[in-house]
Every structure is written in structure tokens, then in C-alpha cells.
């Protein structure tokens, strides 16, 4: 297959590669340095925002979300439209934050441990389905009251983004309070880890009904939607047996050599390959690469190469420090505030924090085990974070009669819900544990 055929068909291939060599060069003069410098900005300020806000005991990907909706709707005021619209419709820049992506879904694949939610049993499963069709129920019935002119597609995708719940805060909670051991400690991880995994699998059905709608196919009728959900199904169950049988094998071949960085360099390529494999059979990427990271480390033993000393995590860490937190500072520069001075935008906000709030809180009727309490384990489940902001951002970038699915309004009101629920989990998880 010739080279500019697969990178078509990757997405790695940009329009301008096209051109000639005199037809690149002045383009890249006048549109590279300032891509630099706005790379650098995003980045930095990511940094400064996320350390701050750990220092106030909340989840860096809060501080990288705030700093670019500050930059978002202050820096026009001060400095001129020109300069946010540069980088906020910056293709490039939404190419690398969508590689960030990608390694994030790649690192939550690696830190999972099927063994561990097999451990927790029927309460961990009967949590997680609560999670997802709760708040998929009620983000449905309260856009079908508050946006009565959408598409049914639209309210059922509003649904799908209240259904994620975030497995890296919630831990990290957890490992604060010490209570990650104990028996709802358990519960709550091995239901987050199954809840992001049929989120990601609803995802893929409303992902795949809007496209399907998109090109004039009739893509919600149940057989369509069967096939999504057993095309989901299929690719991670695939995944997980091939995972249990080669990850062992393909870690020591990827080690033979004994060079720095071979590891990595092996993880990131199945990364993007099982992205690649994803979208071929009509699956997001993220779902690819998700299940590229369970594939390499199915039971989060933590792969490793004993020439670098370092688990294939930590080798990840210093690229996705860079990528993961321009995704989050470029979704956080889609939002408008003054938005929320319309009544119809705040009250639609409002009720997609209640319902994203109650939604989780629903989780408590699915623990059936004796000796673990309720209340701990559903406000575990309710903050959405990064994966919140990861189906946001699809909803952004989907389109419907020639339309993004998720409005600008909308779009800020989930975020602004992803905000709310992420920064009141650690409070509520205090409280819960302490009583």
C-alpha cells in the first residue's frame, strides 16, 4: 500500500503535504512560529494551572480545564480576538491534543486490572450499569424538556456524555483517604473500570448512529445498533484474550535488544495501530486505544524493560505531561462564559449537574454485597474529569445536517457539569468515609 494512501487513511496526512516545495514554504513561515509560541503558552500555563490546583487538594485536570477557559474568555478583552481564534481553530494543535488523547485512553488500558474487578463481583457490575443508564435516562429526558427543537440523537449523545466516570480521580481520592483497600475502596474502582468500559461501548453506538444519520442512514433502528454494540464487544473481548496469550511475548521481544526506549517506542505504535484497527471497523480510536493498553498489560502488573528501569507508564509520562494537558486547555477554550448570562444556558447547565449528580447517586440501589456501604460507593462514581471531557469533545467534533452534534452553548454546559462533579467528589468522598 503506497505511504500517502495509509497516512490518508491514519489521518496523519495533512493537505498541505500535497503541495510543492516552494508552495510549503512560505506557509510554514508565517504560520510556524506562531504555532510554536502557541504550543509553548498552552502548555506552560497547563502546568502552572494543574500545579496549583493540586495544591488545593483537586485533580490537576482541573487547573489545565480552568487556564484555558480563562485564556478563552479574558484574553480576548486584553490582547484581541485574533490571537485565541489562532489557536483555537488550529488544526495542528487539534491534532497533537488528539494524539493526547489517544496515550491517556492508552495509559487507563495499561493501569487496569481485570483480575481485581473480577474480585468485587456482582456489586462492582450491578454499580457500573446503575452508573450508565441512570444518567443516560435522565441526561435524555432533560434535554428532550430543555432542548425540544434537537435531534433525538442529540439528547440521547447529551445522555451518553453524563454516563463517564472518571477511574484516575476517583483513585486518587481514595489513595488519599488510605480507603483503597478497604471493601467499598474495591467496589468503586472495579465499577469505574467497568463503567468507563460500557461508556466507551455506548460511545461507539451514539457515536456510530450520528454518522450512520450524518450519510442518510436510518442507524438508530435496533438492528444497527446491535451490530455497535457487538462490534464493541467483540473488539475488546478480542483484545483481552490475544492480551492474556502475547503481552508476556511481545514485551520480552520488544526488550531483546537491550536499547533505551524500545518499550515505549513498541506501546505508542500499538497505540495508534489498534486506534487505527478501531476506526476500520467503525469504532472511535479512543476505543483502540484503550484496548491497546489492556492488550500490552491486561492484569496492570506494570510492563516493563529492565535496560530502562521503568515501567511502560512511567516511560509514557514525560509525552503525555506535553500532549494530555493541551487537549484539556483546548477544550477548555471552547467554552463561553458569557453564555450562561442566556437563562435557557444556565438552566440547562443547572439541571445537567443535578442530573449528572443524581444519575451516580442511583448507583448506591446496585450494591447487594453484605458489609459495604452505599453512600461511599456512589459518590465515588460521580465525578466525570477526563473522560467526561474526552465525550464532550467528540460531541464537538461530530456533526449532523452540517452541524457540530454539541452546540457551543451545550458544549459549556458540560463542561461546566464536568467542572462541578470533579470538585465535589474529593468533599463528598471525605465525608462519606468520615461518617
Excluded at 163 to 174: D, Q, Y
Aim: with cysteine; charged share 10%; net charge neutral.
Amino acid at each position: 500500500m503506497p505511504l500517502q494512501i495509509v497516512l490518508l487513511s491514519t489521518g496523519l496526512f495533512l493537505p498541505a503535504a500535497t503541495a510543492s516545495a516552494s508552495e510549503a514554504q512560505p506557509a510554514a513561515g508565517l504560520e510556524f512560529g506562531p504555532l510554536l509560541v502557541g504550543i509553548a503558552v498552552l502548555v506552560v500555563g497547563a502546568k502552572l494551572g494543574g500545579v496549583l490546583v493540586a495544591r488545593w487538594g483537586q485533580p490537576s485536570v482541573l487547573g489545565e480545564l480552568l487556564f484555558g477557559i480563562v485564556l478563552a474568555n479574558l484574553a480576548p478583552a486584553l490582547f484581541g480576538e485574533a490571537g485565541i481564534e489562532f489557536v483555537r481553530a488550529s488544526e495542528t494543535l487539534r491534532f497533537l491534543a488528539q494524539i493526547g488523547v489517544l496515550l491517556l485512553l492508552f495509559d487507563v488500558g495499561l493501569e487496569i486490572d481485570l483480575s481485581a474487578f473480577l474480585k468485587v463481583g456482582a456489586s462492582a457490575a450491578l454499580v457500573a450499569i446503575a452508573g450508565v443508564i441512570a444518567p443516560l435516562g435522565l441526561g435524555w429526558a432533560s434535554t428532550r424538556w430543555l432542548l425540544p427543537g434537537s435531534s433525538t440523537l442529540v439528547h440521547i449523545f447529551i445522555g451518553a456524555t453524563l454516563t463517564a466516570t472518571s477511574v484516575g480521580i476517583t483513585v486518587r481520592v481514595l489513595k488519599d483517604l488510605g480507603v483503597t483497600g478497604c471493601s467499598e475502596g474495591q467496589t468503586i474502582i472495579g465499577a469505574a473500570i467497568l463503567d468507563d468500559v460500557l461508556g466507551l461501548i455506548v460511545l461507539a453506538v451514539v457515536a456510530g448512529s450520528v454518522s450512520g444519520a450524518a450519510s442518510g442512514i436510518n442507524s438508530v433502528s435496533a438492528v444497527s445498533i446491535a451490530v455497535i454494540v457487538l462490534k464493541a464487544v467483540g473488539f475488546l473481548g478480542i483484545t483481552i484474550v490475544l492480551g492474556h496469550f502475547l503481552s508476556r511475548k511481545i514485551v520480552q521481544m520488544a526488550t531483546l535488544s537491550g536499547e533505551h526506549g524500545v518499550l515505549l517506542i513498541v506501546g505508542v505504535a500499538l497505540c495508534f495501530t489498534f486506534a487505527y484497527l478501531a476506526e476500520l471497523v467503525g469504532l472511535a480510536d479512543i476505543i483502540g486505544a484503550f484496548a491497546a493498553g489492556v492488550f500490552l498489560d491486561p492484569y496492570g502488573e506494570g510492563v516493563y524493560s529492565k535496560k530502562d528501569q521503568a515501567t511502560l507508564r512511567e516511560l509514557l509520562g514525560p509525552l503525555s505531561d506535553v500532549l494530555v494537558p493541551l487537549f484539556f486547555v483546548l477544550m477548555g477554550l471552547q467554552v463561553n462564559l458569557a453564555g450562561f448570562t442566556d437563562p435557557s444556558v444556565l438552566a440547562l447547565g443547572l439541571v445537567l449537574i443535578a442530573a449528572a449528580i443524581v444519575g451516580k447517586l442511583a448507583c448506591a440501589a446496585g450494591v447487594i454485597r453484605p458489609g459495604i456501604r452505599r453512600w461511599p460507593v456512589a459518590i465515588g462514581m460521580i465525578p466525570r474529569g477526563e473522560v467526561g471531557l474526552i465525550f464532550a469533545g467528540i460531541g464537538a467534533s461530530l456533526k449532523l445536517e452540517g452541524e457540530p452534534i454539541l452546540s457551543g452553548s451545550v458544549y459549556s454546559a458540560i463542561v461546566v457539569m464536568v467542572v462541578v462533579t470533579t470538585l465535589i467528589t474529593p468533599i463528598g468522598l471525605r465525608w462519606a468515609f468520615q461518617k
